[in-house]
């Protein structure tokens, strides 16, 4: 069984539409096993071959939780190395934080990043919401081949 993991931030509940879209596309791949969250502690990193990030752009950039996410990450030494990463989020007009995220997966994790990061403005109307379940099966499918 292959498992895929999804932690993310939302604080208006955009990006959190977003990540049960995402997780509901993924849990139609069968074989696949999906755990939807807002933080897992990082040694338990290891048990999922695929782990994905929301991160709602903020100020420029992504929150300090993610951001802190991503420094225990580092500070624990745990290795991603080789996992599938991939990253999403909703955002309002510039939308840097996913970017900026996935550059830490793929430069300091060394993961194999999903191109590119799944940006949506504002609250996913249904077509976003589509396009969610599409990402979440285009990585769920990755997994299985
Ligand atoms: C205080 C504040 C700052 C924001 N800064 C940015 C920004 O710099 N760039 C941007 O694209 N969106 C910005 N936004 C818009 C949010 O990214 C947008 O509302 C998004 O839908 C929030 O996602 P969430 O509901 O998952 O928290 C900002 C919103 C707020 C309230």
Do not use: Q
């Not at 990450?73 to 190395?81: D, T």
């Amino acid at each position: 069984m292959n498992k895929i993991l999804i932690v993310y931030y939302s604080r208006s509940g955009n990006t959190k539409k977003m990540a049960i879209a995402i997780a509901e596309g993924a849990k139609n791949v069968s074989g696949v096993e999906v755990e939807l969250k807002n933080y897992e502690s990082p040694e338990k990193l290891v048990n999922f071959d695929a782990i994905l990030i929301g991160a709602p752009t903020y100020h420029h950039g992504m929150t300090n939780n993610v951001k802190n996410f991503l420094e225990e990450i580092a500070l624990h030494n745990v290795s991603l190395k080789d996992k599938i990463g991939a990253v999403f989020g909703s955002y309002g007009w510039s939308g840097e934080a996913p970017r900026l995220v996935l550059e830490v997966m793929k430069y300091k994790f060394g993961m194999k990043v999903i191109e590119s990061p799944l940006l949506l403005k504002y609250a996913p109307d249904l077509d976003g919401l589509e396009r969610c379940k599409e990402f979440g099966k285009k990585i769920a499918e990755e997994l299985s081949i």
